[in-house]
């Protein structure tokens, strides 16, 4: 159940709650064989959104820098 819930995207305290552990730490061992290749993939993805984003804001446009 741990390693489903962590796939899941839920946090380690959630999960400990739910399953009646005191620590986070119990939470973290039974659900270390957790898939999080997907969760990452839309993390690193929500990343390059908001850099290329910054990009946008911060880089000056070519026609500005030659005025």
Excluded: C, F, W
């Amino acid at each position: 159940m741990a390693t489903t819930l962590r796939e899941a995207g839920r946090d380690e305290r959630s999960i400990a709650d739910l399953l009646g552990q005191k620590t986070p730490a119990m939470a973290r061992h039974y659900s270390r064989d957790a898939n999080l290749a997907a969760k990452n993939r839309k993390t690193v993805l929500a990343l390059e959104r908001a850099n290329k984003s910054r990009a946008k804001v911060v880089k000056p446009s070519a026609e500005k820098s030659q005025t």
